[in-house]
């Protein structure tokens, strides 16, 4: 039975789990060291859970909150599930499960970015209730 966990504890196993997965969300993203996983659990604002069949992590989500002027917000990030559980519906109980912890803190609205081309993450996000925005995202990244 796959069930959804909040990463809170700062485990070599914890890390190790994440490490496995960042390659499968991000050729460009670089593993987490010690001290940045340390630093990303001890952040107020970031929510990582795990979703897990018998103590092996299938997948993981982050969820940030953060508080501005019209309210608090939410935004989804990092979703991401493993190659070998595609399919049997880990992301969205990922999503739901984020959605309904996000309720609870009294988000207002929550946003998440998505390309075109990935047909199944998008028809899966409009499925738990997002809709398409009409805007523009801009990034600005810092050449360090």
């Known amino acids: 039975m796959i069930r959804i966990r909040k990463v809170s504890e700062k ?3 914890n890390l190790r789990e994440i490490n ?5 969300l991000s050729q460009s ?4 060291t010690k001290a940045e996983f340390t630093s990303l659990l001890n952040a107020e604002s970031t929510h990582l859970y795990f979703a897990e069949d018998n103590d092996q992590v299938l997948g993981m989500l982050s969820l940030v909150t953060f508080p501005i002027p019209t309210g608090l917000r939410g935004w989804v990030e990092d979703v991401v599930v493993d190659t070998k559980a595609r399919g049997k519906g880990v ?3 990922l999503t739901m499960h984020a959605l309904k ?5 009294g988000v207002l609205t929550i946003d998440l970015t998505s390309r075109p ?3 199944v993450a998008n028809r899966l996000y409009q499925s738990v209730g997002f809709s398409a925005r009409v805007t523009n995202v801009y990034r600005f990244k810092h050449v360090c």
């Open 11 to 13: 485990t070599e196993k």
């Open 20 to 24: 496995h997965l960042i390659p499968q």
């Open 29 to 32: 993203a670089n593993l987490l």
């Open 91 to 93: 992301g969205k109980l």
């Open 101 to 105: 912890e996000a309720q609870e803190m």
């Open 117 to 119: 081309s990935r047909d």
